[in-house]
């Protein structure tokens, strides 16, 4: 099987380089960077425009950054739509508007080409290692031919309906994830403020109802004032404004996600959106001038 792949970012280099280790070696590969592009050849791909992937590629794989990145590659003047032709297929697994999804499903069917969306979580390391989680929206048939593709990136691929489920549910697992975030942030802050140690709430709460992934993960970076990204928060703005104006188009509030966007969008402002999404705390610091954990 031929497979084309656009995109090759911190996510996209180390997902193409699992297809090549398990055997999908007919792999075409697109960056802007051409660094990245030849890594990918240095490591068996083949460099190709847009259109030479639309034309000879039986799956075209893409991980870009937003909604307008996959809509311009994709149905753009030298994207990769034009020069495709039925029974092709595409599966964009980038974190996008779900609306966006279907957009792009609607106009690739008009010319018989399937298209699953698939977005994932797990970050670079599970990429690295081929253990991302991919939430995926398409029809069931197609979804059951191309698991196995997507499982040597990903340990766990789940169906979660049709076309735009996939960014739905990345959706839902980002406002959870970023609402979980402040609350731990706005409850270490009052620790401190109040004169106890935000380790020992930590230690005493997080095997309790108030125990979580997010806790495990985040807590000690507050305490220990460590940004350093895993997820960026500019990368979180990006799912946050999509959620949004996903929310807004259905008629579904979304008041939490709104108030943790403008937190976020403030430390944006202020020169931290290259950090971790748990820096969410120096806001908290900001606003009662203490340190978490110092
Ligand atoms: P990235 O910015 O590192 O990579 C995006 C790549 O797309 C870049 O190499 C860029 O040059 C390329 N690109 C942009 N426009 C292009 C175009 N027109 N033609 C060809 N290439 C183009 O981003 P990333 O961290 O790899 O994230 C990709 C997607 O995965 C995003 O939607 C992100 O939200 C999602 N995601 C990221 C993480 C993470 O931890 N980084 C985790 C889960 C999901």
Do not use: W
Request: aromatic share 4%.
């Amino acid at each position: 099987m031929k497979i084309g792949f656009i995109g090759l970012g911190i996510m996209g280099k180390p997902m193409a380089k699992n297809l090549l280790k398990h055997g999908y070696t007919d792999l075409f590969v697109n960056d802007l960077v051409e660094a990245s592009v030849n890594e990918l050849v240095s490591s068996g791909a083949k460099a190709a425009s847009n259109s030479e992937i639309g034309e000879n590629c039986d799956l075209i794989l893409t991980m870009l950054p937003n909604s307008p990145h996959v809509k311009a590659v994709m149905l753009g003047e030298n994207g990769v739509a034009p020069s495709m032709t039925t029974g092709q297929v595409f599966i964009d697994m980038s974190s996008i508007n779900p609306i966006a999804s279907q957009e792009i499903a609607a106009e690739l069917e008009k010319k018989g080409v399937e298209m699953l969306d698939a977005p994932v979580s797990g970050g670079e390391p599970k990429a690295i290692e081929g253990t991302l989680s991919f939430m995926v929206g398409g029809k069931q048939e197609v979804f059951d031919t191309y698991k196995p593709i997507l499982e040597t990136m990903g340990a766990s691929v789940v169906r979660c309906g049709e076309i735009g489920a996939g960014n739905t549910t990345k959706l839902a697992n980002q406002i959870i994830v970023a609402c979980n975030i402040q609350a731990l942030a706005e409850a270490l802050t009052l620790a401190q403020k109040a004169g106890v140690d935000p380790q020992l709430v930590f230690e005493a709460i997080k095997g309790g109802l108030a125990g979580s992934t997010v806790m495990n993960a985040k807590a000690p970076m507050m305490i220990a004032g460590n940004d350093k990204p895993g997820f960026k928060i500019d990368l979180h703005i990006k799912d946050l404004n999509n959620a949004l104006d996903c929310a807004h188009s259905i008629g579904a509030p979304v008041p939490m996600t709104a108030q943790v966007q403008e937190v976020m969008q403030y430390l944006h402002n202020n020169g931290s959106g290259q950090c971790d999404h748990s820096a969410i705390s120096k806001f908290y610091e900001k606003l009662t001038g203490i340190e978490i954990g110092r």
